[in-house]
C-alpha cells in the first residue's frame, strides 16, 4: 500500500491506495479542515487510526511508501508557505507513519495537480471552449483557492515533465477602471499588491468592500464564516446585486491571469482550471465570462481562442498525482 496526500491551506486530505504495475486502487479517504488542527502530525496520526479502523493497518511491511503535495515552496525538505498554519517537514512525517525518509516525498501541491493531469478521465474534465489539445505542446495548469498557484506542463523526449511556479506572485496588473481602484485601494495597505491578492479566495472580500462599500454582510464580522463562500453562494443565487458583481469581476480577473499565463508559454496542449473554487462557481465559468477574459489580450487572441481550457472537476487531482510519486519510491 501507499499513502498519498493534498496538504493544502483549506483542508487536507489523506487516501490510501492499493497498487499493482502502474493501476492504482483507492482504499481509505479521509479529509479536515487543516486550521482544526494544531499540527500536520496530528492529522496524520488521526489519519493512521481512522484506517486502522476501516481494517487498513498502516504497518512497516504493508506500507511501502507515500507522498504528498503540499500548498508553498519545499526548501530542503521543508514547506514554506503564507497559507498553511504549521510547519510541513519530510523528516517528521516520515517518522509519523513508521517510513525511511527515503520513501516519503514532499512535492508543491500545483506540480502533484499537475503530474495528475495525464491521468484524468474525460469524465474528470469539463471544456469551457472550443478546441483540441496539440500532441506534446506545452499545458497550463492554474488553481485558484486559499491562494493561487500555476505550473507548467512540458514535453521532454518522454514525457510531460511539471515546473513549478510563483506566477502568483507577480505584480497585479488592473484592466479596467475598478480593477485600477482595486489595485490603488490595496497600495494603501500593503507594500505590494500581488495577483494572489486578488484572484485568491480572500479576493472576494476585497473586491466587495472596495468596489461596493455601501453593502455591509453580517457575515463580515464573523471569524466563523468564510466571506468567499458566503458571496459566492449570494451571487449564484441572485440575492444580492453587490454579490453579483463582485463574482462577475473576479471572474474576469482569474480568466484574464489565466490568458497571462498562456501569452507566457503558448500551452497549445490546454490550459487546465483547478482548485476548489471553481467547482462553487461553475455556472459563471461557464457563462463564457472567464473565455473572454481569457482571450482579452489584444492581436493575440485570436491564437489564445484556439487553446482549449479543461475545468478540473475532481477535487483529488493533487492527490492522484502524489500518488504516482509515492507509487514512484514504492519499486525503489
Known sequence: ???AGDIGGTKCTFTLFAYSGSLLTPLYRF????????????????????????????????????AFGSAGTVVEDRVVSNNLPWTVE?????????????????????????????????DDVLQL????????????????????GEAILFWDGNSYRVSPSEASLTDFAPRSDRELLLLQSLRQRLPRVATEDIVSGRGFRVIHQVLFPDVQHSFFGDPAVDPAAMITEQALAGTCPACVETVQIWTEA??????????????????????????????????????????DKMKLGT?????????????D???????YAALALAGT
Open 129 to 148: 471552449n472550443g478546441g483540441s489539445p496539440q500532441a506534446r505542446a506545452p499545458m497550463a495548469l492554474v488553481a485558484a483557492g486559499t491562494g493561487l
Open 303 to 315: 491564437e489564445l481562442a484556439r487553446i482549449p481550457i479543461f475545468v478540473v472537476l475532481n477535487e
Open 1 to 3: 500500500m501507499i499513502v
Open 254 to 295: 482569474y480568466g484574464s491571469e489565466a490568458g497571462n499565463m498562456a501569452l507566457r508559454i503558448l500551452p497549445f496542449g490546454g490550459v487546465y482550471i483547478a482548485g476548489g473554487i471553481a467547482l462553487k462557481i461553475l455556472p459563471k465559468l461557464k457563462d463564457g465570462s472567464f473565455v473572454r477574459a481569457f482571450t
Open 31 to 66: 479529509s479536515r479542515q487543516t486550521r482544526q488542527a494544531p499540527s500536520l502530525e496530528v492529522l496524520l496520526r488521526q489519519f493512521r487510526a481512522a484506517a486502522e479502523n476501516a481494517g487498513y493497518a498502516l504497518e512497516r511491511d504493508s506500507l511501502r511508501s507515500a
Open 90 to 122: 519530510r523528516r517528521s512525517i516520515a517518522s509519523v507513519l513508521e517510513l525511511d525518509i527515503r520513501k516519503v516525498a514532499l512535492i508543491n501541491d500545483l506540480v502533484a495537480a499537475a503530474s495528475s493531469l495525464v491521468h484524468l478521465s474525460a
Open 317 to 323: 487531482a493533487p492527490v492522484l498525482g502524489a500518488a
